[in-house]
């Protein structure tokens, strides 16, 4: 085993610590359970070979006595079985708990360029489907191992004792079944693995269609999207029919292993009695522990499939936690504290990792503090890319962007995002009341200030007009509201939060005129005193901007008011002249 194996492994078995008094309970009650099985036989081999044989009274008297050990053994058993399924579960259960707060925690920590790259369905399958198979591992596999050597153990060594050429022929069977068994569970995990992978992909699939079914609809394509999810389907059916195909042969096999190991020993047992090397009753008890021999090595190769279905979720899980952030606080990072808001882009270059072409090359622009910049230019210039780099949803290639005269990198990232605030075009709103969304800006808030931030984006109104006011439950994305509504909602969140800098990422676009009106008297008021960036779709909402910059593939292609670059006659008066036609036809 290398040193990652080791490495993985041990953090395994780290997660058992906090729970080291269920556990310790969980494997001696397992023992006992275990130790019980193995001694009923033998008062009942006792009593067949020996009590049965005294005088009536003498043997009734001792079958009583050893009838009612043998009950108290049961009630002690029974106990056991309840203490391993209840408090064994609820250990597995509070493991899993953790791993997934361990798995949640760092979703949080990753940037904006791993979810670029994945899907959210397999990222939730890792958090619920996987770690369900880690946790079952978690629980049954000490226990059903501990279990497993002492009953096979106990057994054999029983076994020995009443007959050893018996239990030699017996034991003779296992090492094949073993062979057989380990060639089919390699079969397995490799099936296992994949199906992980294709049940992911549904996942991703369905949610997908399920977050996108208004679109669907509104095409009329269901039968498309019934054909995308068939293709996928088909494919888990396929790797669903390998891994049955190698678990049919492998539990069928293992059951004519056992049915043969039986046969054996009754046949051969009876050849021994009919030469007197052994008698009815040891062959009887023989046969009682045949089955305390068999279950469990039956129980240990179950244990390698259900090992391989929590390994393979096991390392799935790792490799979420082996992503390194790629943007993270420099170890002496400060605090950004009171920030006036004055930004300075310093020869930046930017390119995303997958694409080698550069979206922002050699960058500079000094953007003072309380100004106002609108940034235009045709989709792919990379105007949200240079406001997404203000709060380092993304890491400069090279360059560098400075906040009141410090690079950004040299802040924490909670303290440069706490003073940085944006509305976007696509507003994400979660499930739950008005009063919960609005707080999300700032979470200590008091109701009385979230009402007055409301007020400042114009949403005071239509709020105090829903159902339920500010308690109202807004639905899955805000689904029950007004594109224009939705829009407010996100200002007053920002409004809340009270950022010196802020980012509109065309706030606008997608509203209708009347809402882009109520919308626009709200981000004028927001932005008002603060260092303000705007990326502008529509032209119309920029023209009182104090400076507007317009980027090409080139950089910043022209520079001025609105007035200033219309008489330039350049790209910036090529756009806006293009817009007022379309408006006026």
């Known amino acids: ?29 397992a023992c006992i359970g275990a ?78 360029s791993f979810f670029d ?56 069977i296992v090492p094949v079944m073993l062979l057989y068994a380990f060639y089919f569970n390699i079969k397995m995990k490799r099936a296992f693995v994949k199906n992980r992978a294709r049940i992911a992909d549904i996942n991703a699939q369905i949610e997908d269609n399920l977050s996108g079914i208004r679109v669907v609809k509104s095409f009329a394509n269901e039968e498309i999207e019934m054909d995308k999810f068939k293709v996928g389907n088909d494919r ?23 049915t043969l190991i039986s046969v054996i020993v009754i046949a051969l047992g009876a050849v021994f009695i009919t030469t007197d090397i052994i008698s009815i009753t040891d062959l009887i008890t023989f046969l009682l522990y045949i089955n305390n021999f068999t279950e469990p090595i039956k ?26 952030p790629d943007i993270t606080d420099k170890p002496d990072a400060k605090e ?46 990379g105007k949200s890319t240079l406001c997404s780099l203000i709060p380092r949803f993304y890491d400069v290639s090279s360059g560098c962007i400075r906040i009141d005269g410090t690079d950004i990198r040299d802040y924490t990232l909670k303290s440069l995002r706490n003073n940085i605030g944006i509305v976007q075009q696509d507003v994400y709103l979660f499930t739950g009341s008005v009063m919960d969304n609005i707080r999300y800006g700032r979470p200590g808030a008091t109701d009385a200030e979230i009402v007055a931030a409301a007020q400042n984006a114009n949403a005071h109104e239509f709020i105090m007009n829903l159902p339920e006011g500010y ?68 032209l119309s909402t920029i023209r009182n901007a104090e400076k507007i910059l317009v980027l090409s593939g080139n950089g910043i292609a022209e520079s001025g008011n609105h007035q200033q670059l219309l008489a330039k006659n350049g790209i910036y008066a090529e756009l806006y002249n293009m817009q007022f036609k379309v408006k006026n036809q």
């Open 236 to 258: 888990f059916v396929e790797s669903k029919k390998e891994s049955y195909k190698y678990m049919g042969l492998y539990h069928s096999g293992l059951g004519a292993f056992t």
């Open 35 to 112: 130790a019980v099985t193995l001694i009923i036989p033998l008062i009942i081999r006792y009593i067949t070979s020996d009590v049965i044989y005294r005088n009536s009274s003498e043997s009734l008297k001792t079958i009583l006595m050893l009838t009612g050990i043998m009950v108290v053994l049961i009630i002690l058993e029974c106990y056991c079985n309840y203490f391993i399924a209840y408090y064994g579960h609820i250990m597995g259960a509070k493991m899993e708990y953790n791993m997934r707060n361990e798995i949640f925690s760092h979703y949080q920590k990753l940037s904006f």
């Open 299 to 324: 129980k240990l190769i179950n244990f390698t499939e259900q090992f391989q279905n929590g390994a393979s979720g096991y390392t799935r899980f790792l490799e979420i936690l082996d992503i390194n």
């Open 471 to 538: 308690d109202t439950n807004i639905g899955q994305r805000g689904i029950k509201l007004s594109g224009g509504q939705k829009q407010r909602l996100s200002i007053a969140r920002v409004f809340l939060k009270n950022p010196p800098i802020l980012i509109f990422d065309e706030a606008t676009s997608a509203l209708d005129n009347e809402s882009e009106k109520v919308v626009q008297e709200s981000l004028e008021k927001l932005a008002k005193n603060r260092t303000t960036f705007v990326i502008a779709h529509r």
């Open 336 to 381: 950004l504290v009171n920030a006036k808001g004055d930004i300075i882009f310093d020869d930046v270059s930017f390119h995303y990792e997958e694409h080698s072409e550069t979206v922002l090359s050699n960058l500079n622009l000094h953007v003072k503090e309380g100004e106002y910049i609108a940034l235009v230019g045709t989709s792919g210039v």
């Open 1 to 29: 085993m290398n040193q990652a194996e080791k490495g993985k492994w041990k953090k395994f078995i780290s997660y058992y610590k906090p729970y080291k008094k269920i556990f310790v309970s969980d494997m001696f009650f």
């Open 117 to 172: 790259n994945q899907k959210v369905g397999q990222l939730m399958s890792r958090v619920t489907n996987d770690l369900f198979e880690i946790s079952e591992l978690f629980h049954h596999g000490p226990e059903d191992i501990v279990i497993s050597i002492i009953k096979l153990l106990g057994s054999f060594s029983i076994l020995l004792s009443i007959n050893w050429r018996l239990a030699l022929t017996a034991f003779a």
